[in-house]
């Protein structure tokens, strides 16, 4: 009885075709259809690189439905969350833009060596120095910056009379929470220490990147102090108080598209230029607002960029 | 405010529109979930069996054997995954790897064991009958094993399916991915689609073994004529 | 290899040993936190088993608990409890893991006393009444013990599953040693993420050990035999968890 074999090679058959099925990409985007006027010479498909959180792949949806409706070929590539990769995908070829933060993306180039100022046009400047190297560029920087900003409870500040990060210094007891890389992150931990002269080292309980488990945990009174992002709609709602940076530890993570010298090359300066329309166009309270929607509305990345750039007239 | 709290939406535990939404999702993900699976037990199975035969062949094998599959068993695939990710980067390698140590102590010894079952009167009388070892081998010990072997192969097919829900924290997607949505934003609604699903998939594939167990052995369904 | 290299590098800086996030602290956190939730599963566990086992009812029962335990994802049902214990005051972190631990370990310790208990030579359990004594003598005195085996396998099972679960509880805030994983990941610091994956295969493996170890001095008359996923046999007695 050959049953065993045959049922065997079945499985197996099905497994193939499940393979097979699975490895398609689908594309979001693949239209070629132009707008009124608009020509788009012949090139390589953008290939947009999103990570693993919200914010980002909200950006690659707005950059990638405006470059879409202006005719270019756009695919999407999700990436894990981590920086580590993005660079690594820009080298085998597998996106060949993204929106990067600059003075975040700086400082892994550049092995934490503190260039990235306040000033976001020099911060990119500098970024644009060592992309160079790999073959990439960064566009002109967008107003809207998402950074690390340290937060704590009305009570908290009340209490303590906590209104800059400065003012946290002497208070050893009070817990930080934040993202699993701050002990190593420049604009984090190491930044306290050098800026502040505060170690919060043995202080630090590590959650996750200014998302739910760091507002729980701050909302819990689990942690005193919370990492949240700066375009996180929760610190209004909850009418929490962000301490000021005094001592300017926190530069300018403006958001910055990155791509790769073939597409400029293909594309040229209007592809440039359109992406520096859409930068301009975003600030930080719309992209606070974006994230809202994605957050605490669970609305999608791709219904939220397009709503977006229809109220801005780009797409 | 009743009818806030009553209302379907973002913040309930299921929010049903959102799953009507995101069908296409479902699919992708069914698709990545079985994939692997399927992949990791075949994988197993083949090495299993290459294994099983080894030890049956030569016995002495057997408890070296056993032993090193115990360790990979003992190992949890959790951490393999993540003693994978330097080596190998986030993706189905890494995560396909420790599923498929995961299942072979289970198969090898369910193998070993089950042709250890058959007794040794039908064994020889196999032999007496003409058959080569190697076809006894294969026409009557593994088919009379039939039943232990599928029996491990379930084990291992369920468990891997709950695994495969971890991998998503290597890059392998599947249930899992819709797991760390909800984890990312505080959305209990994908967790539960996730979740479920897992579940749901463990069943599928646990009552499609049995059906394909009792295809495989039609004999026992007759019984035994003896009254 | 320089991720060996690198892992060398984290565990033998003294730093990285001491203090609130040091790998003494995290191991401890992970040890107490599966310990906790080992004992509770047993406790949970095993009176039903033992009882529903002597009176030889409720087989149905042990079949479904194991193989729905084992369909149901630890990842979700983390995940799922989670907003329950934020809800309920119980916060992030501990509680939430301890859920997921603890239905994780029921099952395996759950079937495998059942099955033990159930299992016990008919001849022996009848010669016991037949020397006159009473349901719970007979369950307490010569059913229990001779199960004993099989219910440590199971114990040992379930806590060698529970330590290696545990991991995943740095991904709702518990701090054990899943947050170097977490942590490496991020910093793409493979030294931190080597560290913390070795140590709980580490963990995971001194558990099977110790387990058997203490397994094999409490019943030093017999070896918990393997009767690993055989079909279930005509006493309707479920299939006891694979023992390694």
């Given amino acids: 009885m050959k049953r065993f074999p045959v049922l065997f090679a079945v499985l197996m058959a099905f497994a193939l075709v499940a393979a097979a099925c699975g490895d398609d990409d689908e594309p979001s985007g693949n239209q070629n259809t132009t707008t009124s006027g608009a020509s788009v010479p012949d090139g390589p498909t953008i290939t947009i690189g999103a990570q693993d959180f919200g914010e980002s792949a909200i950006l690659a949806q707005v950059y990638g439905q405006a470059l879409e409706a202006a005719g270019y070929d756009v695919d999407y590539q999700a990436l894990g969350g981590f ?125 996750d990147g200014g998302g739910p488990l760091t507002v729980e945990a701050l909302q819990g009174d689990e942690i005193k102090v919370a990492i949240l992002f700066s375009t996180s709609g929760v610190i209004a709602d909850e009418g929490w108080v962000v301490l000021e940076d005094d001592q300017g530890l926190i530069n300018a993570d403006n958001v910055v598209p990155v ?53 801005e007239g780009l797409a | 405010m009743t009818a806030r709290v009553l209302a379907n939406g973002p913040d309930s535990f299921v929010w049903w529109a959102w799953v009507g939404d995101h069908l296409d999702d479902v699919r992708d993900r069914t698709v990545e979930h079985v994939q692997l699976t399927l992949w990791a037990v075949g994988i197993g199975l083949v090495i299993a069996m290459a294994l099983a035969t080894l030890s049956l062949r030569f016995r002495w094998t057997y408890g070296p ?7 990979l068993y003992t190992i949890p695939s959790i951490a393999l995954f993540f003693f994978l990710v330097p080596i190998l980067g986030l993706g189905f390698r890494t995560a396909l790897i420790p599923l498929v140590s995961y299942t072979l102590l289970i198969l090898v010894r369910n193998i070993v064991e089950g042709v250890d079952g058959v007794p040794e009167a039908v064994k020889e009388a196999a032999d007496g009958m003409g058959y080569e070892p190697w076809r006894r081998f294969v026409s009557v010990d593994l088919r009379l094993a039939t039943p232990a072997i599928v029996a491990g192969v379930r084990i291992a097919s369920v468990t891997i399916v709950g695994l495969v829900t971890v991998t998503a924290l290597v890059g392998a997607g599947g249930y899992g991915a819709f797991i760390t949505d909800g984890l990312s934003r505080r959305f209990s609604t994908p967790i539960v689609v996730g979740t479920t699903l897992s579940v749901a998939l463990a069943v599928v594939l646990d009552v499609a073994l049995v059906i394909v167990e009792r295809l495989l052995t039609p004999w026992a369904r007759r019984g035994v004529a003896v009254r | ?50 009882v529903l086992g002597h009176l030889r009812r409720g087989g149905l029962l042990a079949v479904s608990i194991v193989n729905v335990g084992r369909a149901i994802p630890s990842f979700g049902v983390l995940a799922l409890a989670l907003p329950f214990s934020i809800q309920w005051g119980f916060g992030l972190g501990f509680w939430p893991t301890f859920v997921a631990l603890v239905l994780l ?35 307490l005195g010569v059913e229990l013990p001779t199960a004993l085996p099989l219910v440590l396998a199971g114990i040992r099972v379930s806590s060698v599953q529970i330590v290696a679960t545990a991991t995943l509880g740095a991904y709702v805030g518990y701090q054990c040693l899943g947050s170097f994983i977490v942590e490496g990941l991020a910093s793409f610091d493979d030294g931190k993420l080597l560290t ?22 409490v019943t030093p008359w017999s070896r918990a035999r393997a009767t690993l996923g055989r079909p279930p046999r005509a006493t309707g007695a479920p299939i006891p968890v694979p023992v390694p």
């Fill in chain 1, 83 to 207: 920086r580590d990769l993005v660079f690594s995908s820009f080298e085998n070829g597998d996106i060949n833009l993204t929106a990067e933060y600059a003075a975040s993306a700086l400082e892994f180039l550049n092995e934490q060596a503190g260039e990235a100022t306040a000033d976001a046009q020099e911060t990119t400047d500098a970024l644009n120095g060592y992309l160079t190297d790999r073959g990439l560029r960064a566009t002109a920087p967008s107003p809207a910056v998402d950074s690390n900003s340290f937060v704590v409870t009305q009570e908290t500040a009340d209490s303590l009379g906590l209104a800059s990060v400065s003012d946290l210094a002497g208070h050893d007891d009070l817990t930080l929470g934040g993202p699993p890389d701050c002990p190593t992150n420049p604009f984090c931990i190491p930044g306290l220490q050098d800026k502040y002269g505060i170690d919060f080292s043995d202080r630090f309980v590590s959650l």
């Fill in chain 3, 1 to 50: 290899m320089s991720d060996l290299r690198e892992l060398w590098e984290f565990v033998t800086t003294a730093s990285n040993w001491w203090g609130l996030n040091g790998i003494a602290n995290r191991t401890w956190a992970h040890v107490r936190l599966s310990a906790f939730a080992a004992v509770v599963a047993t406790v949970l566990a095993l009176p039903p088993a033992v």
């Fill in chain 3, 196 to 217: 913390g994956a070795v140590l709980v295969a580490l963990l995971a493996v001194v558990t099977e050990v110790a387990l058997g170890l203490l397994q094999r001095a």
């Fill in chain 1, 259 to 311: 791509l790769s010298d073939e597409l400029v090359d293909a594309y040229g300066e209007a592809l440039v230029g359109l992406l520096d329309s859409i930068s301009a166009a975003l600030t930080t309270d719309e992209l606070t607002e974006l994230n809202r929607r994605f957050e605490i509305d669970k609305e999608d990345a791709d219904a939220i960029a397009a709503d977006w750039l229809e109220g």
């Fill in chain 3, 105 to 139: 370990g029921v099952p395996p310790i759950f079937t495998n006393a059942y099955t033990g208990v159930r299992e016990v030579d008919r001849g022996v359990v009848e010669s016991a009444y037949g020397m006159g004594m009473a349901p719970h003598q007979v369950l």
């Fill in chain 2, 65 to 71: 054997i056993t032993w090193a599959t115990g360790v």
